[in-house]
């Protein structure tokens, strides 16, 4: 799944169903792809933890596609959160 533009506190909740989409399909790996986000707030970093959670559970392999330097400041910390 591609993801573009800023994830902000008002946005996180389109990211949320988009995943929430992706696992009716029960993927063996879900991957997200947020190569072309300029911005991912704390609330769209809290539904990646769930995804990556909820990854755990079921078994699939769970993957995140970052370019950004921000972005991906941000991100480190999700291998840190339980």
Do not use: K, Y
């Amino acid at each position: 799944m591609v993801v573009l533009g800023e994830v902000d506190w008002w946005s996180q909740h389109e990211l949320a169903e988009l995943i929430t989409d992706a696992w009716t399909e029960h993927p063996v790996r879900l991957v997200i792809d947020l190569q072309g986000v300029t911005f991912l707030s704390l609330s769209a970093l809290r539904v990646l933890v769930s995804a990556r959670n909820r990854a755990r559970t079921r078994d699939t392999v769970f993957e995140v596609v970052c370019a950004d330097s921000t972005v991906r400041r941000t991100l480190r910390h999700l291998d840190d959160i339980p």
